[in-house]
């Protein structure tokens, strides 16, 4: 049989709205993670992993019917091979709760988590809003009080800090949504008012009037932000013990000096939330302004057949966290190689990666250039890579056991030889230095 050619395939691309993380910009991301694990360690929150794809009832149940999210941002899908169906995961809170129920997690006492997850919402792709993207998730799991509550906006804080960030980069804005019983009694409220002016109310408005009016509150139609704002506030409908969890809230927060405003409107786009609830902004990313959101979601644990667990936890956007700090001109140091080895001669290349391997073993990171080319092309490559120095593994330098040593950001210092026998005592003395 005639061969036939070999037909040319059209090149694949990713999914709308799913970003890939390359190289220079993937270190940018790994500084962030190595602040976030640093924040998790110094305030004693452990690391928790859970599936990216769960049971789709998890979703409804834990999030709400009549939230964005389950209305129409989920991945849903079946499994081709049982007929389940399956959901990935558009958020981290209601897979890590179905863990701690499923494990009894909470057995020997509460429980203080984190988590780096990627999630995915069916949204319109715009600068700030993927249809993957990244969050830091931190939950506290069997604490009650208001304390807790604090902790974790101190966390955020302390986390922004960090990173570089001021209080006019970003605002916190902390609000109360009360018990349930509360909660319906401004229902009725809302419900009222809004029916008064039914005539300004858009498509999802109406939709959402009888069953879940506070949602919105949440609305970001601007043509309906004044009917909004005038309508009844949850937070006038509060008892004695709503008011003083959020005065002990707030008392903390004073005493360590957070600025803060409280915004009655806030209402978190989740049906799981009570009491506390927060939101860090900025104004520097447009309409994606929010990078954190958080609260107190004490009915979750039931909701999802598990026992009566107070809660409270937060999830930061990590892309929109990153675009903050490049709109802020916040400096991310580069990571660069301390050594890049030239091997201009293919016979020093045995004894240069042997040498290369007592660098690395003692803790130096060495680049090796790989695939021949001139001296000129690899110190090009050296100069490129940011490496402080290079190793010139020359075959008359090998031969006399000695290696050339040339300082790359120091244009002024003169090339020496170090011996070969030497550079693990050069390397402890790179790692002094
Ligand atoms: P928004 O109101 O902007 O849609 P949200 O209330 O849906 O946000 P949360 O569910 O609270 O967001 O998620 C926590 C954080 O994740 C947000 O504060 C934001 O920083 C980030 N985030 C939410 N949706 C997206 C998205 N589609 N793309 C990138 N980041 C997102
Ligand atoms: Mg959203």
Redesign the pocket.
Known sequence: MAEQPAKKLEPLHAVK?MNDILPPDSARWEWFEAKVRALMARYGYANVRTPIVEPTPLFVRGLGEVT??VEKEMYSFEDAMNGDRLTLR??ATAGIVRAMIEHNALYNGPLRLWSNVS?F?H?R?QK????Q???IDVEALGFAGPDVDAEQILMCRALLRDLGLTDSDVRLELNSLGQPAERMAHRAALIAYFEAHADRLDEDARRRLHSNPLRIL?T?NPSMQTLVEAAPKLIDFLGAASLAHLQAVRDILDAAGVVYRINPRLV???DYYNLTVF??ITERLG????????GRYDGLFEQLGGKPTPAVG????????LLLLDAVGVAIPVTAPDVYAIVPAAGSLTVAMAYCEVLRGAGVSVLMHAGGHSMKAQFKRADASGARFALVFGPDEVARGEVALKALRDPAAPQRTLPLAGVAEWAASLRTA
């Open positions: 709205g964005d999210i558009p958020e999630v919402r949204e792709p700030g809003r993927s249809r993207f990244h969050q949440d970001k978190r786009g989740l939101e860090w309409s994606q302004g929010t990078v954190c959101g958080g937060w999830g930061m956007g990590v892309e929109r966290m």
